[in-house]
């Protein structure tokens, strides 16, 4: 193979490569050879230097990274609106537990992932990280639909129709990975539910698995202030002072939510370089609060955004993230210029992937990198004018204007439409579950 051939050429109006920070690239070409970016140059260096087999010209397009989905819950896209506006405890132990404990099932998972995948590939969403029961399922559907995935391998005390106890998830959660770590689209994290659902004993095996064999440690942590209280109440600290005493801070660590946390709290996540997933709709549909996500990044912790699941949500959207977390970190800091329109991107990209350990693959489109690339059309009249295309992403555009989605260099939605999918069979599959679960399970409406 000639050095001067390329697959492909994504010729774009813009490029935001997210590194180096602040970058927008006019009128640049990304040359794709296999699954990797040889290069981004002017359309003109480009066509001098490489030979495409296929060009995409994107005239009126930004082209981004594949955003990164730093915690979902993807096979609840089946419970999708099953019970709306209550407190996280109430939602969890009267309704979600309860209707997980009759329906929950290996094809359950398979087809809610799957469900999931499409929903965030139509977004622009190219990995996710998933937490939930049965993840070979989950994998296996990430694979199908040839999307990224980091799969959790969840562990809790109580039994489920997956596992017996938190040995049996950890020792099922192995054994799934066994059987998919040959998939070059999946990488694994060990996902203990939360403080609240995991034992000191089971804590101290996950920090050994994780040293071990090198995964991240995927955890809920201060989501809300009852957590907390019940924590000094049970502990005599608080829960992520609990975690520093068992020695599981570490720059491998991803916090989810993070809403209720304290100068300490900060302090503690900063010194052990952890991540933070923020998940700002499904915090306020819960009720749960608002992370102080300005304070955080002013002590370098590293963020990036998570949609939750569908069923406290209600989307898998992460434009809608971007824009909601910008907003919320300027109206509680009182400062406009907190978490600017480059800085969501950022977390909604290279953020995600550094919290993963995949900075190096994916998270900006530099040469070397995966490509996972996501073309955004600009050029609605709800879009006119345009005088700054990243303000536009995080401000004034939404996933409905994705247009064109490759992970790995393959493409995975053009012009708007999923491919390598049946969506009428997804949207059927989704009513067969639906007339399975109602009417027991759902919340009945005041």
Known sequence: MSDTHADLFIEARWVVPVAPAGTVLEDHTVVVRDDVILAVLPHDEARTRYTPREVRPLPRHVLIPGLVNLHSHAAMNLMRGMADDLPLMDWLQKHIWPAEGRHVSAQFVHDGTRLACAEMLRGGITCFNDMYFFPQAAGEA????????????????????????????????????????????????????????????????????????????????????????????????????????????????????????NRFDIELLAQHGCSVAHCPTSNLKLASGIAPVGELLERKVNVGLGTDGAA???????????????????????????????????????????????????????????????????????????????????????????????????????????????????????????????????????
């Open 312 to 446: 406290s949500n209600n989307r898998l959207d992460l434009f809608q993230e971007m824009r909601l977390a910008a907003l919320l970190a300027k109206g509680s800091s009182g400062r406009a210029e907190v978490l600017g329109a480059h800085q969501a991107l950022h977390l909604a990209t290279l953020g995600g992937a550094r919290a993963l350990g995949l900075e190096a693959r994916i998270g900006s489109i530099e040469a070397g990198k995966a490509a996972d690339l996501c073309a955004v059309a600009l050029d609605g009249i709800e879009l006119a004018p345009c005088y700054d295309p990243v303000s536009h992403l995080v401000y004034a555009a939404g996933r409905e204007h994705v247009s064109d989605v490759w992970v790995a260099g393959r493409e995975r939605v053009k012009n708007g439409r999923l491919l390598g999918d049946d969506e009428a069979k997804l949207i059927k599959t989704a009513a067969l579950w639906q007339n399975k679960i109602c009417p027991r399970d759902v919340l009945s409406r005041p």
């Open 142 to 261: 990430a694979v199908a639909a040839g999307m990224r995935a980091a799969i959790g391998l969840v562990a809790l005390e109580f039994p489920s129709a997956y596992a017996a106890d938190a040995d049996d998830y950890l020792n099922k959660g192995l054994a799934a990975r066994d059987a998919l770590r040959d998939a070059p689209l999946l990488t694994f994290c060990l996902a203990p539910h939360a403080p609240y659902t995991v034992s000191d004993r089971s804590f101290t095996r996950i920090l050994t698995l994780a040293e071990q064999i090198d995964l991240p440690i995927h955890i809920h942590i201060h989501e809300t202030a009852q957590e907390v209280d019940n924590s000094l109440r049970e502990h005599g600290r608080r829960p992520l002072e609990r975690l520093h005493r068992l020695g599981l801070l570490s720059p491998a660590l991803i916090g989810v939510h993070a809403v209720h946390l």
